[in-house]
């Protein structure tokens, strides 16, 4: 049971996870901070917090536990206010998509807080943000990669991962590297390759009529183009090493299928289409 | 009211065809043709068709129109058969996903009978293949796309018209080559991308990994790497000129988010997502 948990950046993922906690009466009061006035009314009206602040170093007094659910561009301004304020047992963990350049974060502004400290990302992405997007349940059978640092201690590791259990979620453990690489694949990668897509569309002389005639595969194809632009910017950002490898992969794949089309290869066009609708129709989440 | 509709080609277009125009009473008899006696049987069995053959001449001979819902590479073969077979008066439409090649096919087969023949493009793609994918309603609120040639007369054009009408869908005219240029923008292109995601995610060492963490924003980006491997190849082959233009600017758009990237250029990444997340939010279907 958490007396105090503060959420910083009470959107989709903060808020679903003060929502199930409160469900699962495993925290008593949940102070919401944002940059946003208007977002923070409307989580206290949504009742996905008890109280709201704008101010860091008050909000955090006695809190069990911190959230940070900001974009990862913002983390390294809430830890150093979080640094002169939080008090020496509160846990802190986040919900960042990327995971090295979060614990070097850590180390940065919390080194003195390390044993505390408790890296996460929740894999429970939307194109939906804000408060009002917050629901129970978000995280039901979603998994949680949890990327504890050398300093971690196993009690806060332990704590952590209850808290995520208690909302549903798988939570798996794996180092900030091996986590950067495996997400610039099956995340950061389809978020840059839908949003130069819907660019290389919106570029044409005849992007109306398309975007009219567009069906279920472009909805579907592009649903990720929706996703925040800023959060994106600081995820592809953060994790450019792994993802420029990955693009390089995939545009030598691409520059491949491209000769094939060029040289009318069907049986090379064949192959290459069944291997991947083979694994995409294996493939069970 | 058809007394003799002849679907070649009983899958998910051609069978919820059938099924709609069956419950419209717009039709008294079902024919299907098909390759795979297997899925002939259940297209019987779940009363999809109401007889089956795999002799086109015969099937055909009383037929008020024809369907062909085959994979476009197939269209040649089976034009090739209607050509000695077809009565005088019959309609023959298609729901091939490129529309230039096929206006070809039908000069070169069917150049007698091009008054009756009227090439459409029903919008209502799924990874999901088969008369067992057949149902009712599929083509509710989707649109059919009918490329009419010069010779196709304005009574065909009509009657095929009010027959997707009566499905449900909306219908538009225009030309083959309009058709191709939008579909290789919004449908052909993304399959592309999205097999060879697919395809690069595979020559990963941690492909295994990867799968197991991959989560809604990959499944829904990947959703369309499962469609029919044959099917895609003969779609892409087809209309391979508007394909290979769209993916060189598809790639010029990706060099541009590369060099973003490694210049580490937040403004020009954040304009880039912005303006596709705002385009894409927008989009109403």
């Given at each position: 049971m958490l007396n105090k948990l503060v959420i910083i950046g009470v959107g989709?993922?903060?808020?679903?996870?003060?929502?199930?906690?409160?469900?699962?009466r495993l925290v008593r009061e949940v102070v919401g901070i944002g940059r946003s006035e208007a977002?923070?009314?409307?989580?206290?009206?949504?009742?996905v917090i008890d109280a709201a602040s704008q101010d860091v170093a008050?909000?955090?007094?006695?809190?069990?536990?911190?959230l940070l659910a900001t974009p990862v561009g913002q983390m390294a301004g809430v830890m150093a206010q979080l640094a002169r304020a939080l008090p020496h047992d509160a846990i802190v963990t986040?919900?960042?998509?990327?995971?090295?350049?979060?614990?070097?974060?850590?180390?940065?502004?919390?080194?003195?807080?390390?044993?505390?400290?408790?890296?996460?990302?929740p894999i429970a992405g939307s194109d939906l943000s804000g408060a009002a997007a917050a629901r129970y349940g978000l995280f039901e059978a979603k998994k949680v990669v949890l990327t504890p640092l050398e300093e971690t201690s196993p009690e806060a590791l332990a704590r952590v991962r209850l808290l995520w259990e208690a909302c549903g979620a798988e939570v798996?453990?794996?180092?900030?590297?091996?986590?950067?690489?495996?997400?610039?694949?099956?995340?950061?990668?389809?978020?840059?390759?839908?949003?130069?897509?819907?660019?290389?569309?919106?570029?044409?002389?005849?992007?109306?009529?398309?975007?009219?005639l567009a069906g279920s595969g472009f909805r579907d194809f592009t649903r990720i183009a929706g996703s925040h632009p800023e959060m994106w910017r600081d995820i592809v950002l953060a994790n450019r090493g792994p993802l420029l490898a990955d693009l390089a992969a995939f545009k030598q794949q691409l520059d491949k299928t491209i000769a094939q089309l060029e040289a009318g290869d069907a049986a090379a066009l064949s192959a290459d289409f069944l291997a991947a609708s083979q694994v995409r129709s294996g493939w069970k989440r």
């Open positions: 989709l993922i903060g808020g679903s996870f003060a929502l199930d906690l409160k469900r699962a977002n923070l009314a409307r989580a206290l009206q949504l009742k008050s909000a955090v007094q006695d809190a069990d536990l911190v986040d919900a960042g998509s990327t995971k090295g350049d979060v614990a070097a974060l850590y180390r940065a502004h919390l080194g003195h807080h390390l044993a505390r400290c408790v890296p996460g990302h798996l453990q794996m180092s900030a590297s091996e986590h950067d690489a495996v997400f610039a694949a099956v995340s950061h990668l389809p978020h840059v390759l839908a949003f130069a897509y819907v660019n290389s569309l919106l570029a044409r002389p005849d992007a109306a009529s398309c975007l009219q």
